[in-house]
């Protein structure tokens, strides 16, 4: 039952507004956020001075405008105090980000192969200490975020199926706050939901309410907006479009079930098709692309088929959702590029005209750190939702 | 850029929250009220008063509680005099639902094949006006909700594609707006959103926020609901499962594409599997069923391989949406008690085991009436939204 909001609530809300903007839109002016906000002058140099207060924000003269008059003060986020780390398991790497979305520190690890939740964890938490040891004095960390491959149970981290690592209910959430030592709160979402969340913030989504960020790998996992809001599901497992099955009792999947669609378009099924299946990884499928770009047939054959498949998975999503815009991002980006008139070809068969007329077809903004800024952006939530309270 | 809300609109909005419990849950105490929405006693008596002044809620004593002691002041919708009124249009009803949710009238017309939307609109004015010369004076009509098997453009209510009715972009909204004369606010919907509207505020699925109404037809079609909000898409067209293509280059669809799950699950499809393609409509569909029930093999291979597909289709949904509940409406709720069997086995494969672990199968509730009340519900938000505003 919805019920309203309370003085306090309505001054929180009006912070975590404030403080969004600029995380998000960077230095801003007060004038610019009295008509963005609509909230009033006084307004908003109360509620700037409460966040400043708190060491979120700080207020400057801006840079030289052109403009005669005095020039209205700047808001910006402080990016450099304000902070949360930030993991993304599959690929071993961890970042300090900055409010406003900036990477301030980075570690990308060696990525060694069948490490279990409680061998990965001590390998990313201590590229946190490392990085948690130049953290400027006074420094405020609002909390981690994990972006995992797989799918994640909301409520405790636990990986239940990691295509990429192999995991089987994993708890990779409670051995990162194990090993962490650092008392700050860790969320854990899937990939493609974080890098979803960040290009819808601060990337090619941007301003888009309904979007569908495909997220490839070794398995094929979605980021869905519907209406402004995240699509996670009951249990936080919403998203696994990989296992759409598309062939009745088609070839056998990594999940147990047969004719996945990541059976078609993720990194075995195309490299099987093209006869490869012994190759592996990231660099084994772009491989496999570049002998299709300098005319190899199988290597094109492969490629184009998985592309029809591509867009017949994704006719599926447009006519499920009608969404404005479908991201490719990792492997999936890859084969749209490689693919593209088969992917159009089948997917204007497949979607139904009203739900095509309007969708846009796009690569990430963010490009590969799109899934540590979406996982920062998890732990952002947290300050943005009641700012004086973390911060 | 979500912004904190005024002193207005924190008013406005503790009276839609008082208002939406008695019009779902129906005559509440005021003690009640004030646990349920976290308001204290006084706040509660100027808000039923606002509300009681506007005509929208009546306040009395209970019945007899056998309990001690002065009891608590009960509130009730004022649902004789509050009403929307509803249409369905596929099936040619109408009916005045009162506030709370009771219908209070209703016309079920004649059901002549092949009108367009020129043709219909004028025999649901005229069951409407019939209807409104019943009217008792001083009641307050809040709008009319239209319920359409089809893709409704949000925009103006335009009907893209009715399979039903074989509309292809014809303006239902407009030719109810031009017939009706009565100076009310209508917005149309499709018939399975609606009634997984009714059915989540009202039905089986309430307090569930993650729900997928599955509603068949001659096509099908479901109503989604994520994280408690209804997922409508870009443009309204969301939720066009019956157009997830099943088989690759399959079965000819009325759509214009190939091997969508409609064609396997559908009308059509059903009663062209048990060789009666020359048979039409629901008794045809219900004298199928029947068949299979008492031993026709060749109905029973259809009924059971369509069962087969319903779960397929119902696997991919549990797995791209993580729900909590499927609910099986209209055809699909005769196939889904016909095949449970086969509905339940085809789920279980293609379901990934974490989206299968908490999801329940269920049939309505509200059984035939679901999409007039759920019509209805598209009306009452506007009230809802802004009591006073409407009242």
């Not at 450099?80 to 930030?86: G, K, L, N, P, T």
Request: with cysteine; hydrophobic share 40%.
């Amino acid at each position: 039952m919805r019920v309203g909001p309370s003085q306090d609530e309505i001054r929180r809300q009006n912070l975590g507004a404030l403080l969004r903007h600029v995380h998000v839109h960077g230095a801003t002016s007060r004038a610019e956020l009295t008509t963005t906000l609509g909230l009033n002058r006084s307004t908003i140099g109360a509620l700037t001075a409460d966040l400043a207060g708190a060491g979120l924000v700080s207020e400057g003269t801006p840079k030289e405008t052109g403009r005669a008059g005095r020039p209205s003060l700047v808001v910006r986020p402080e990016s450099a105090r304000v902070y949360a780390y930030s993991i993304e398991v599959d690929r071993l790497r961890a970042a300090r980000v900055g409010l406003g979305g900036e990477i301030l520190d980075r570690r990308d690890l060696e990525r060694p192969r069948g490490l279990d939740a409680g061998e990965t964890a001590p390998l990313l938490a201590g590229a946190l200490k490392e990085m948690h040891q130049s953290v400027p004095a006074g420094a405020l960390c609002v909390g981690a975020g994990v972006a995992v491959c797989g799918m994640v149970r909301r409520a405790d981290g636990l990986v239940r199926l990691g295509p990429t690592t192999g995991w089987v209910d994993e708890p990779i959430g409670a051995a990162l706050a194990d090993e962490l030592g650092i008392d700050v709160p860790i969320t854990v979402g899937n990939v493609a939901d974080v890098a979803a969340f960040a290009e819808h913030a601060r990337g090619v989504a941007a301003g888009c309410d309904n979007v569908i960020y495909l997220y490839g790998d070794v398995g094929v996992g979605a980021g869905i907006i519907a209406g402004g809001r995240r699509v996670t599901g009951h249990g936080g497992y919403g998203g696994e479009v990989g296992h759409m099955v598309v062939v009745r009792d088609g070839a056998r999947c990594e999940c147990g079930s047969r004719g996945c669609w990541e059976t078609e378009i993720g990194e075995y099924g195309l490299l099987r098709a093209a006869g490869r299946s012994d190759a592996r990884g990231r660099e084994a499928l772009l491989a496999l692309f570049d002998a299709a770009d300098r005319g190899d047939a199988r290597a094109q054959t492969a490629v184009r088929q998985a592309g029809d498949w591509l867009g017949f998975g994704v006719g599926n999503l447009v006519n499920i959702f009608n969404p404005e815009m479908v991201i490719f991002g990792g492997t999936m980006r890859d084969l749209y590029l490689a693919a593209a008139a088969q992917v159009r070809s089948r997917l204007n068969q497949v979607g139904l005209p009203a739900c095509l007329e309007h969708v846009r077809l796009r690569t990430p903004k963010l490009g590969e750190d799109a899934a540590l800024v979406g996982a920062a952006e998890l732990a952002f939530e947290r300050l943005l939702a009641d700012p004086l309270d973390v911060g």
